[in-house]
């Protein structure tokens, strides 16, 4: 193979997958039903010329035949007048008349079978057609989908890469840092708080502890203080039965408010 026709094929391989990449499936369709548009027209002129060829030929063997049956009753009437050599003029020319007639009929059943053909041809184009039309639409929307699918997997495929989800996924984790931050703070917070009221309520544990070491090792309480033996005993005053009664009626109404 020589260079120039293996650069010819490279060039052609090339401009094919081009054009491939290049076609648009829904235009394609659409300009493929148009070209059989076109040629379902050309098709039909050339049935309605060959019918008009037809009809033309058959109407010429009709008036060849026609002519031959005259010139055959002329024939007839100068035989009957003893015009013999009229009589025999008359027969030739019906002859060539009749030569007409059956050249012209040979032509029209040739002809009839194209014209048949055509119809044929014509019937089966419009069927594709029809079925063409009734599948374009189905097909481009067949394409449609799966262009938007590609578009999807491709949108999809590239997420693990795309700057913008990358940038997403580590926001999102920032936010769970902050947000353990936040908790553990609170929770320190709260311990310190715990142990500042465990603090104050253990005052009075260490106080009665060290009372009680005191008691043990024998260090005595602080004295009772007494009164001094001069001074005068207070006597104490019966209470009054009517101060008593009030001060129970008083403990009542506030029982029955509880």
């Known amino acids: 193979m020589g260079f120039f026709d293996r650069l010819s094929r490279l060039f052609r391989a090339n401009a094919n997958a081009a054009i491939s990449s290049m076609e648009d499936p829904a235009k394609i369709l659409d300009q493929s039903v148009d070209d059989m548009q076109r040629d379902l027209v050309k098709l039909r002129q050339a049935v309605a010329t ?15 035949e026609a002519q031959s049956k005259t010139w055959y009753e002329r024939a007839e009437l100068a035989l009957k007048k003893s015009e013999e050599d009229l009589a025999r003029e008359a027969l030739s020319r019906r002859k060539t008349y009749q030569d007409t007639a059956t050249a012209l009929n040979n032509q029209l059943q040739s002809q009839s ?38 578009q999807l997997q491709s949108a999809v495929s590239g997420l693990g890469t795309d700057n913008a989800m990358a940038a997403f ?17 609170a929770e320190l917070a709260g311990a310190d708080l715990e142990s500042q009221f465990a603090a104050l309520q253990g005052s ?55």
């Open 50 to 64: 060959a019918i008009a060829s037809q009809k033309r030929i058959q109407n010429q063997a009709e008036q060849a």
């Open 113 to 150: 079978s194209q014209v048949e053909g055509l119809k044929k041809s014509l019937v089966a184009l419009e069927a594709k057609i029809a079925e063409a039309k009734t599948k374009k639409d189905m097909l481009k929307a067949r394409a449609q989908a799966a262009k938007a699918q590609e």
């Open 169 to 185: 996924e580590r926001m999102e984790e920032k936010v769970q840092i902050l947000e353990a931050r936040s908790q553990a703070a």
């Open 204 to 258: 009075d544990v260490d106080d009665e502890l060290a009372a009680l070491k005191n008691r043990l090792a024998g260090v005595p309480e602080e004295p009772i203080a007494l009164p001094a033996e001069d001074a005068p005993v207070p006597q104490l005053q019966p209470a009054q039965v009517a101060e008593v009664d009030a001060e129970l009626q008083e403990l009542k109404r506030s029982i029955d408010q509880l």
